[in-house]
């Protein structure tokens, strides 16, 4: 394989970075992780866009290059890749080892990438079942404490709550996805997910006012259910609401729109609306990008 490292293509193998790089001391960094299907990156400007605004917020909105598009294309082509998945970091760069960033900055920007199946109608899923789900005690960060519409490479809460489904499989196999909520007690999004369910025939999602990351697959599925005439609903959810839903799913990227077999061992599952969004989800990609 070869990465795009600061302007350049390297091997796999030589594709570093400086242990002073401010990304690996403290996790000073934005990232975008992106789906590809046929040689172009879905969403690519709502994704390019959440990465600036990573990027402001973390007081570097420079460091995203003008060419950044021009680094995935080429990536992709010096790996003969037309479907694939695409991770783009850009860090503040080698600084003196203190907390307080330099005003001056020299980014690190680094793509890498790994094959996919093909996507759309006549693609392949990349999740094998229905996913199982269950709830952590580990609660989603404040925003108050670190925005929650920011991408950055600082990931230890879903890690702990990742750790927390090991941990509770005692040896066995852990649920797909863990279940966050905010600190008031409303469902948030999955570690790596957002979620959706369906419940008196209306679709229903957390609302983007809590703490947790809108994700460009999730304002997809919201834009193809109104497009549809669907009843949709954001707001403030409980457990039990999620636990009782008709139907429920999680979006992400890489999964699309992957049903909940379980909720803590609760039967959900998919049902028309889920089975129905996948389709037109598959029928947009097939349409923009094949």
């Known amino acids: 394989?070869?990465?795009?490292?600061?302007?350049?293509?390297?091997?796999?193998?030589?594709?570093?970075?400086?242990?002073?790089?401010?990304?690996?001391?403290?996790?000073?960094?934005?990232?975008?992780?992106l789906r590809v299907y046929g040689g172009d990156?879905?969403?690519?400007?709502?994704?390019?866009?959440?990465?600036?605004?990573?990027?402001?917020?973390?007081?570097?909105?420079?460091?995203?290059?003008?060419?950044?598009?021009?680094?995935?294309?080429?990536?992709?082509?010096?790996?003969?890749?037309?479907?694939?998945?695409?991770?783009?970091?850009?860090?503040r760069g080698v600084q003196p080892g203190?907390?307080?960033?330099?005003?001056?900055?020299?980014?690190?920007?680094?793509?890498?990438?790994?094959?996919?199946?093909?996507?759309?109608?006549?693609?392949?899923?990349?999740?094998?079942?229905?996913?199982?789900?269950?709830t952590v005690r580990t609660r989603r960060i404040p925003?108050?404490?670190?925005?929650?519409?920011v991408k950055t490479h600082n990931y230890l809460n879903g890690i702990l709550g990742k750790l927390e489904l090991r941990r509770a499989a005692a040896g066995g196999d852990p649920a797909d996805e863990c279940l966050m909520r905010d600190v008031d007690g409303?469902?948030?999004?999955?570690a790596t997910s957002n979620v959706f369910f369906v419940a008196e025939n209306a679709l229903r999602t957390p609302s983007?006012?809590?703490?947790?990351?809108p994700g460009v697959t999730r304002d997809v599925v919201l834009e193809l259910a109104r497009e549809e005439e669907f009843p949709v609903e954001t707001g403030r959810y409980s457990l039990d609401d999620l636990r009782n839903a008709d139907e429920a799913f999680l979006t992400n990227s890489t999964w699309e729109i992957r049903p909940m077999a379980t909720v803590d061992g609760i039967e959900v599952g998919a049902g028309p609306m889920t089975k129905l969004l996948q389709r037109l989800f598959d029928e947009r990609i097939e349409a923009e990008h094949y």
């Open 1 to 33: 394989m070869q990465y795009h490292v600061d302007g350049e293509l390297v091997p796999d193998d030589e594709a570093t970075v400086s242990v002073l790089d401010r990304g690996f001391m403290y996790g000073d960094a934005g990232f975008e992780t």
């Open 208 to 213: 983007a006012d809590l703490d947790l990351l």
């Open 186 to 190: 409303n469902i948030a999004e999955g």
């Open 143 to 149: 925003g108050e404490a670190v925005p929650a519409d």
């Open 98 to 134: 203190k907390l307080t960033p330099h005003p001056e900055v020299d980014p690190t920007v680094v793509v890498i990438c790994k094959e996919l199946p093909r996507g759309g109608r006549d693609g392949q899923r990349v999740w094998g079942d229905p996913a199982a789900v269950q």
């Open 41 to 91: 990156p879905f969403e690519w400007e709502a994704h390019r866009k959440r990465l600036q605004h990573t990027a402001e917020t973390l007081g570097f909105a420079d460091a995203v290059p003008d060419d950044l598009r021009a680094r995935v294309d080429e990536t992709l082509a010096a790996n003969d890749l037309s479907e694939a998945y695409i991770k783009v970091s850009v860090t």
